[in-house]
Every structure is written in structure tokens, then in C-alpha cells.
């Protein structure tokens, strides 16, 4: 089941998508708004380690990816 969430960031709005099998994209939301809100326990791995990046605290991402769906040339 596909989940998503939008965080706030330093860098903006953005979007977090994922399943079970990992993540799914990441995508910068344009636009003044960015409900926050409760991040679902299937991306908060993911929208930690992206604060963590924009703070200057992480320079590789460790996450799981859903392919699923992608083109085979990616």
C-alpha cells in the first residue's frame, strides 16, 4: 500500500512517497503551504534523514527503494 507524506524543510516543501518495499520518490512540493502533520511510520525513516542532509548532519541517504513501477533503465 503506496503512503505519502509532505514535511517542511530548510529547503522547502517536500514530498515523501513509499510502500512496504521501500521508497518511492521524493519530489519538492512548490507553493507557500506544507501541511505538516503526522509523518506515517513507513517514511519516517526517510523524512529524518532528509532533515538530517538539509542540516548538514548526513552526506549519504541509507534507504530502502520500491523500483516497482520505474522504467528498467533506471
Known sequence: MLQQTRI????GCFEIAGSELGI???????????P???VPELLRDCARQLEEYFS???REFDLK?????APEFY
Do not use: I, Q
Not at 517542511?8 to 529547503?11: I, L, Q, V
Not at 518511492?24 to 503551504?33: A, H, I, L, W
Not at 527503494?65 to 513501477?69: R, S
Open 8 to 11: 517542511p524543510t530548510s529547503f
Open 24 to 34: 518511492t520518490r521524493v519530489n519538492k512540493v512548490e507553493g507557500d503551504s506544507c
Open 36 to 38: 505538516g502533520g503526522a
Open 56 to 58: 548538514g548532519e548526513r
Open 65 to 69: 527503494l520500491d523500483w516497482g513501477g
